[in-house]
Structure formats: C-alpha cells, structure tokens
T-cell receptor, first 111, second 117 residues
Framework: AQSVTQPDIHITVSEGASLELRCNYS??????LFWYVQSPGQGLQLLLK??????LVQGIKGFEAEFKRSQSSFNLRKPSVHWSDAAEYFC?????????FGTGTRLLVSP | GAVVSQHPSWVICKSGTSVKIECRSL??????MFWYRQFPKQSLMLMAT?????????EQGVEKDKFLINHASLTLSTLTVTSAHPEDSSFYIC?????????????FGPGTRLTVT
C-alpha cells in the first residue's frame, strides 16, 4: 500500500528566505504526487501535482517540486517565503483514486 | 476552477442527536466524492468513498451505521453523523473528483467543524 512520510512536523523560516519541505513516498508503480496547503480552519488548496514528464513541477504561489524516483522523494521548494505562506502543507500520493496524505508540515514564517 | 462547497461550515449539536453535512460540486459533475476526517493538528484520514447512485465504500474502522453517506446526484453528497457523541467532534472535509478526470485530482471543500456537547 502507498504511504507518505513528511519528516518535519514544523519548520520556521525567515521571511524572504528559501524553503524546502521534504516528502518521501512509498508506492510500487509510478505515483501521482500532490502538494496541498491548508490554512487554519480551511480546506485544502492544491499547490502542484506530478503525473509524468518533466520531474520539476511548477505550481501556484511560486512553489515548485522535484520528483526524484531514485530517492522516492517529492520535495516542495520556494525561493523566497512570504508571511502569507505560513500554513500547514500536506504531501499526498495516489495510485488509483485514493489519496494518502502525509502527516503534514507546519510552516512558521518569522519576520 | 472547480469549486466544492460544504454546508454548514460549523455546527454544534447535543450528544445523541444526528447532524447532516452537505457537500456540493458547484460547477462540475462529481462522479466520485470523498469524505475525510481531520483531528486537530493531524492529517486527513479518508473515511469513505462514494460514487453517484451506489453505496459508499467505507475505510476500515469507520462505522457505516454511524456515518451515513448518500450520493444521490452528481453534484451532492451528504454525510450524516448519527447519534453523535463528543468523540465525533472533528473537522470533516469532503472532496470531489470530476467526471472524465483522468488525473485523479480531487477538489476539496472548505470543511465543516462539528462540535458535539
């Protein structure tokens, strides 16, 4: 069965600094991978997704993620973090219809 | 883009009563809808998958008689928490997968916070 690991429970980044959130997945075939963001008390917004093709995926709000099959990773990056990026970030994988989420990483942005 | 709404956004009910949560796809037809539960500061756990016109498929450990799911149309699914108890208090989120979607992308609703007193 597929699974997702987000090793960092929370990360604090200074505003303007770069960000990388880690995600490792386990899946037997080619995975479909997603990154979602959740603000407090809100639903999930899709940042980006990977299905095939170019392993560097561009998303909304200046985010990107790189799929590395050899490392079973799909890390999320942003070159310059804004205070409004403070939220919970979830990595997810699906092989057939069912989404499996990681435990999430809470991003805190310091002034 | 595809929009999914949920109603109500929050609800407080007394122990022993039932509460219904609606999930609607506003601008697309959703052949499949999903219901998730999220505890504070935790991830989303899939409760059940429902396809329009058929019975929902529940995940292991989810009581189907307690969490009744109906997907009567291509734009509406409902989750009814029957005989609610304080331990059912949680954040419930639905998502919808559009007809003809090939990439398994789910569109999420804003969630419903249920508090059982």
């Amino acid at each position: 069965a597929q699974s997702v690991t987000q090793p960092d429970i929370h990360i604090t980044v200074s505003e303007g600094a770069s960000l990388e959130l880690r995600c490792n997945y386990s899946y037997g075939a080619t995975p479909y991978l997603f990154w979602y963001v959740q603000s407090p008390g809100q639903g999930l917004q899709l940042l980006l997704k990977y299905f095939s093709g170019d392993t560097l995926v561009q998303g909304i709000k200046g985010f990107e993620a790189e799929f590395k099959r050899s490392q079973s990773s799909f890390n999320l990056r942003k070159p310059s973090v804004h205070w409004s990026d403070a939220a919970e970030y979830f990595c997810a994988v699906t092989g057939f219809q069912k989404l499996v989420f990681g435990t999430g990483t809470r991003l805190l942005v310091s002034p | 883009g595809a929009v999914v709404s949920q109603h109500p956004s929050w609800v407080i009910c007394k122990s022993g009563t039932s509460v219904k949560i609606e999930c609607r796809s506003l601008d697309f037809q959703a052949t499949t809808m999903f219901w998730y539960r999220q505890f504070p500061k935790q991830s989303l756990m899939l409760m059940a998958t429902s396809n329009e016109g058929s019975k929902a498929t529940y995940e292991q450990g989810v009581e189907k008689d307690k969490f009744l799911i109906n997907h009567a149309s291509l734009t509406l699914s409902t989750l009814t928490v029957t005989s609610a108890h304080p331990e059912d208090s949680s954040f419930y989120i639905c998502s919808a997968e559009g007809r003809g979607t090939l990439d398994y992308e789910q569109y999420f609703g804003p969630g419903t916070r249920l508090t059982v007193t």
